[in-house]
């Protein structure tokens, strides 16, 4: 059914397309992270079954750090970041960004630790292994820990920064870091090994995850590829709720989960994904970005957050699927 749902999808595309296949497609670069991240899922859907080509477009993984995706988008070396943290901000540096379509409408961040880790307090300190600043886990965390368990970072507990989280996985089973920043599937694997998930952040902070970003000038002189990026991954997460075999065979593919613990991840998130970027978490995504921990000056206003992303565009889009905008 997933081969054959996949190949009404791209013929689908290809008649209604109006000759893409005759014409050349439009290339893009679509950054991926490094260790890959459940946040992410739609776009390696996307790719590994046929909806970007479905789309008309001829697309590429680029992988980088959180950070090095934002900077590279700025730089237009990546075309799509799919890291709203790092590229939330930029933009409030000033950074000539905007956000086209969403993914997750949970945080997937961890806080998982060696199994002797009772309670936060715990982890007084000790060593944590996050990714680096400006990434969306190393800002997840660092606020929940100081607003709602009192921990600051540097004054409580040390920060070791890790490029990809089966690194940090590694560290804790070492003994050299007593906990780790990890995504939904990576914490999974983790807890099957004996680790610990001691802290949600979505619990404590909601937060859209994996919303991806593009650069202005991309939205203003190719928007008709922006309209096709948008539209594969509102089906990509049609298809993750929907198609669970071919999920599962994408989800082993990009995180070497197999059996209970693929089922558990996917149990997880089947129904988490959205193409929408509800303004309420949009608002939110600024909010937790905008604090002292990360540089915003004490009690400086946001601006209007709305300027940072092409809601239009992606109001029409939706609406061309028959999707709800909000």
């Known amino acids: 059914m997933t081969h054959v749902w996949a190949a009404i999808v791209v013929g689908a595309a290809l008649l209604l397309g109006g000759g893409i296949a005759?014409?050349?497609?439009?290339?893009?670069?679509?950054?991926?992270?490094?260790?890959a991240s459940g946040f992410h899922l739609?776009?390696?859907v996307a790719m590994d079954r046929g909806l970007f080509k479905a789309e008309g477009l001829d697309a590429e993984f680029v992988n980088m750090t959180a950070g090095e995706l934002a900077r590279a988008a700025v730089a237009k070396e990546v075309d799509f970041a799919p890291v709203p943290g790092a590229s939330a901000e930029a933009m409030l540096k000033g950074a000539p960004l905007v956000f086209v379509v969403g993914e997750s409408l949970v945080s997937q961040w961890t806080l998982t630790t060696?199994?002797?880790?009772?309670?936060?307090?715990?982890?007084?300190?000790?060593?944590?292994?996050?990714?680096r600043p400006g990434s969306a886990d190393y800002g997840e965390l660092v606020v929940v820990l100081a607003r709602f368990f009192k921990m600051e970072a540097g004054r409580d507990y040390k920060i070791i920064n890790f490029r990809g989280e089966p690194e940090r996985v590694a560290a804790i089973v070492a003994g050299s870091i007593q906990g780790a920043a990890l995504s939904f599937p990576h914490a999974a694997r983790a807890e099957a090994e004996g680790l610990k998930i001691l802290v949600k952040a979505g619990d404590h902070l909601p937060r859209l995850g994996g919303t991806i970003s593009t650069h202005k000038d991309t939205v203003r002189d190719r928007r008709d590829a922006v309209r096709r990026f948008i539209r594969a991954i509102a089906r990509a997460t049609d298809y993750i709720r929907?198609?669970?075999?071919?999920?599962?065979?994408?989800?082993?593919?990009?995180?070497?989960?197999?059996?209970?613990?693929?089922?558990?991840?996917?149990?997880?998130?089947?129904?988490?994904?959205?193409?929408?970027?509800p303004k309420d978490l949009f608002r939110q995504l600024f909010d937790s970005v905008a604090t002292p921990e990360l540089g915003w000056p004490k009690d400086k206003p946001l601006p209007d957050v709305e300027q940072?992303?092409?809601?239009?565009?992606l109001a029409a889009t939706l609406r061309e699927l028959g999707k709800p905008v909000d």
Do not use: C, M, W
Not at 262 to 267: C, G, K, L, Q, V
């Open 42 to 44: 739609p776009t390696y």
């Open 242 to 277: 929907t198609e669970k075999a071919g999920t599962l065979e994408v989800v082993q593919k990009h995180f070497q989960l197999e059996g209970r613990v693929a089922e558990s991840f996917y149990s997880q998130i089947r129904d988490k994904f959205a193409p929408q970027i």
């Open 22 to 35: 005759s014409a050349q497609a439009p290339k893009i670069k679509v950054g991926r992270t490094t260790g």
């Open 308 to 313: 940072f992303v092409a809601r239009d565009l």
């Open 114 to 131: 060696a199994p002797n880790v009772k309670t936060v307090e715990d982890l007084r300190g000790k060593t944590l292994g996050f990714g």
